[in-house]
């Protein structure tokens, strides 16, 4: 600053004795702002006129010539030049001449004594490092902060826009990893500050696993992100810069990646049988002929569905493995599973689990896009399982189960508190505003209401044994929570911690998944104020058809006749048609559906129908000609069948359902749209007026459970983009040689 000082006074002596000439004004350039790709990065540089150079009293008109006198906002417009210029008076030329080197001092060592105040600015704003008075200050940056921290100087890095900072790798790793408070990751050769990302990342914190580094190898794990055409777009609204060229290989330009140890390579094996929607992490449903085809679905096949890898636990955990319960007054008590064990009785539920997004493809192809895993008929499972009830244990650890007409639980208090008592005063919390948080050892985290847990007929349990084993891996070893009537979200596997609290599980799973909207609401909804997927609508699907002869080989006959590849496969693959088979000809039949329909051509049909809330299953509908006739399914009572008996105080258990007949004549009034049906669901009916084939139809089931609920007609009034809960009637378009399915 004190260079800048003599040289101030000098521009100023300089200027008195040059003749007095107003400066134009510089205009501002406009402000530069990084491209819709990455998140607005605005770099504003003002120009500003220097008073030094303006002139400090208003000159007298009468002593300036006529075109240099000076001009009011209305003056200010383009002059015609004049024909013939008149050379410049000797004294303007050499005063102008002074006032340039007057400028070019001044404005040398101006810039010089504010270019480390630009450089803290930069770094400070830029880097988005909080500025909490309390710390310590930052120390000064080093050079290769600095080189990192200002806008782009580098002669051969050309990137657009060259305004956007370049950061050092060295920077981002050491002040941006996983510990850091504002954690950063780079992809290809940009750089992402994901701080505001991880609370609503699907995955969890295990984002941060990245945090610091390139995100590339955590991708080429998780695969799904490579999938998704969602995620692109979301890491760019967090791009904030380049990675410095000198840290990019000059071949690829990308910087070197270590190899990272894959998570997912100590799962365990999967069937072969499982349709596979993922791979890492592992998401699979049960193939459609093998949904219902036992009441209980064998561990084998029974559908997979993780957000991560399968946590890897001693095979004998009993002592090791510990569940922590915590009270609201924040005591905690911990047990384990041999204690769990041992100290509680056993019991047995039988119940099936259903993801919220079954049959979510039906839903993305007759209703809109939808965003997740586009199961078919399939993310449905049925299973005994065994453990303790979670009130027994809650109630053993201190919070005190009320009578179920008083709606209170209370953590205990010693005999001699004046509060012991269940009086029923103000400070008792009701049951209605407490939750069970559950959560896992790889991160998972849901939640249910306290009531639901407590409720004596609710048979929560805290399970350990399924179908008479110890559960799989794949299905929550050692220890998981079984939530019967319930969305399989709030079933966690790998319990390690479970929190009775006055709001609902923090974790992403909870807040930002698992819900449900209108179907205007679009594509970006109001998470907050949707309430989490709980209780299980009515839904009812066709598992298996069979058509003419097939029929003679179908489930109810012996397997060693059973033709596979004429059984209707209702996955929602990539390339694999809801209603047609995998197969288009057999040995025996030319396809799934008969080349002619006629009155005396048997069909049949199985499937199943389940209900949350412990609702049993009263009718099943089921309809050969699109809706135009319906008839009755027969249900199959496999509750009282000695072979599978049924636990549980209510029916938390699928119904399965079968029915034979014969298909209806062959005509257009077969395919052609209900005249009851309205226009907006008549595309989902499946009834094209100018199919190829005129012997095509369309099969239909639909289930009403005891409280006389029943499934809707389309998709189109339950459409949410998420498509979650997708339970319209189930429809089936069989035709010869498939070629309309």
Known sequence: MASARPAARLAGDLLRLAPRRPTPL??????????????????????????AFSVPTTPNPKKLPKHD????????????????????????????????????????????????????????????????????????????????????????????????????????????????????????????????????????DVILRAAGGPIEPYWDIFTIHKTSPYVR????????????????????????????????????????????????????????????????????????????????????????????????????????????????????????????????????????????????????????????????????????????????????????????????????????????QFSALEAYGASIPLSKALDPTGDVLLAFDMNGRALPRDHGFPLRAIVPGHVAARSVKWLNKIVVSDEESPSQWQRRDYKSFGPNEGANPDWERARSIQEMPVTSAITGVWVGSDCLKGKYQSDDNKQKETTVDLAGVDGLKVGCSKTATTTTTPSPSPIETNPQIPITMQGYAYSGGGRAIARVDVSLDNGRTWDQAELIDDCN????????????????????????????????????????????????KDDKNQNCTTLIVKAIDEAYNTQPESHAGIYNVRGNLATAWHRVRICPECVTC
């Not at 062959?666 to 009834?687: F, L």
């Open 69 to 204: 006198a000076p001009r009011g906002p209305k003056d200010r417009q383009t002059r015609t030049p004049p024909r013939q210029a008149r050379a410049a008076p000797t004294s303007l030329a050499v005063g102008a001449g002074v006032a340039v080197l007057a400028s070019y001092l001044y404005n040398r060592d101006r810039e010089h004594d504010n270019k480390s105040k630009t450089k803290v600015k930069l770094n400070s704003n830029q880097t988005g490092r909080d500025k909490d008075p309390d710390k310590e200050p930052l120390p000064p940056p080093s050079p290769e902060e600095e080189s990192s921290q200002r806008p782009n100087e580098i002669t051969d890095d050309l990137r657009e826009p060259l305004s956007r900072p370049r950061y050092r790798l060295s920077e981002i790793r050491s002040q941006h990893s996983s510990t850091s408070n504002t954690p950063w990751v780079t992809y290809a050769d940009k750089v992402y500050d994901i701080t505001s990302w991880v609370g609503a990342h699907p995955g969890g």
């Open 26 to 51: 510089v205009p501002t350039p406009p402000t530069t702002t990084v491209s819709n790709s990455c998140r607005s990065f605005t770099i504003r540089t003002r120009f500003l006129h220097d008073r």
């Open 641 to 688: 069948n000695p072979a599978t008996p049924c636990y549980g105080n209510k029916t938390w258990t699928w119904k399965r359902w079968k029915y034979s007949s014969h298909l209806p004549p062959a005509s257009s009034s077969s395919i052609v749209p209900n005249p009851n049906t309205t226009t907006t669901n008549a595309s989902e009916e499946g009834s094209i």
């Open 233 to 436: 777009d979301i890491l760019e609204q967090y791009c904030i810069g380049y990675i410095h060229v000198d840290d990019l290989d000059p071949v690829t330009k990308r910087p070197k990646m270590d190899k990272i140890e894959d998570p997912f390579e100590k799962d365990p094996e999967r069937d072969e049988r499982l349709v596979t929607h993922t791979a890492k992490p592992r998401n699979a449903e049960t193939p459609s002929d093998l949904v219902g085809a036992d009441f209980k679905t064998d561990e084998n096949v029974f559908y997979v569905r993780h957000h991560m890898w399968v946590p890897v636990v001693d095979d004998a955990p009993e002592e090791k493995h510990v569940l922590s319960v915590e009270l609201p007054d924040g005591e905690t008590r911990g047990y384990t599973l041999k204690e769990l064990k041992e100290r509680f009785r056993r019991h047995k539920v039988t119940a099936t689990l259903q993801c919220s997004g079954n049959r979510r493809n039906d839903m993305t192809r007759h209703a809109g896009k939808t965003n997740g895993l586009q199961w078919g008929v399939g993310a449905i499972s049925n299973a005994e399982w065994e453990g303790v009830l979670l009130r027994d244990v809650l109630k053993d650890a201190g919070l005190k189960v009320a009578d179920p007409s008083t709606a209170t639980a209370v953590p205990v208090q010693p005999s001699s508190s004046p509060s012991s008592n269940s009086d029923g005063g103000d400070d008792i919390p009701s049951q209605k505003d407490l939750h069970v």
